[in-house]
């Protein structure tokens, strides 16, 4: 074992800011997020290296520099009440969880959301609501969202959810562009919706409907 995690957890957040992840508010987050507790059992012991690692349902936690990167362009504050589409382990809404107001986070597949639930019980945090349902709707009854971050992506840019934002409001979401995923941010203003392309991503699709089984 290369040390307890305590020290690879620093050394993971070296790795961050070495990356340029600069928003220190975000690289104490994921300081705080042990995310051993997100992984399955058997992968622990690679929990704080800089990758992706596969969860139940077939699905991904992402990789955490990924994860910072989303994190630091949605530009969260304390105030804000934020969306997450896609909670698969839970990993993303914890970080946020850390630095804003209050998480809504939306998963297809029970298990995911059941299992989820638990890890946030056992590292404390109460500003997380989870619901099972599909996310490309948003969350209606919750709407507007200062912030919205989508985890999986989208085939084309997912108006529906964005139709969710506050004015103001940021999303953060990654949208299949030709053979590849594109990371944007969408910024709502009066004009309409500002769009940034940040950098090219691989995430697994977001997918319409409940998720059958599990
Ligand atoms: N944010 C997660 C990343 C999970 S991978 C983490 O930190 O671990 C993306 C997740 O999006 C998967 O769990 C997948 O089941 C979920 N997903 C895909 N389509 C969805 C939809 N329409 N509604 C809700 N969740 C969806």
């Known amino acids: 074992m290369a040390g307890d995690f305590d020290t690879r957890v620093i050394e993971l957040v070296m790795a961050l800011r070495n990356a340029g992840i600069r928003d220190k508010s975000v690289l104490a987050a994921m300081e705080r997020t042990p995310r051993n507790l997100f992984v399955p059992e ?23 520099l990924i994860v910072a990167m989303m994190t630091q362009a949605l530009e969260v504050t304390d105030r804000c009440k934020v969306l997450e589409v896609g909670t698969g382990s839970g990993y993303q809404a914890a970080v946020l969880a850390r630095l804003c107001r209050r998480v809504y986070t939306i998963e297809r597949y029970r298990t995911l ?31 507007p969202f200062d912030r919205i971050i989508v985890t999986a992506a989208a085939p084309v840019r997912p108006d529906a959810i964005l139709g969710q934002l506050r004015e103001g409001g940021i999303c953060v979401a990654p949208v299949q562009n030709g053979a590849v995923q594109t990371l944007y941010r969408y910024r709502l203003e009066a004009g309409g ?7 090219d991503v691989r995430f697994v699709p977001l997918v319409e409907g409940m998720a059958r089984s599990l």
């Open 42 to 64: 058997s992968f622990a012991d690679q929990a704080f290296e800089n990758r992706p690692l596969p969860i139940d349902c077939g699905q991904t936690i992402s990789q955490p």
């Open 113 to 143: 959301s059941q299992e989820a639930v638990k890890r946030f019980e056992a590292v404390r945090l109460t500003n997380i609501v989870t619901r099972i349902g599909d996310g490309t709707k948003g969350w209606p009854e919750q709407a």
């Open 193 to 199: 919706i500002h769009e940034e392309s940040l950098l």
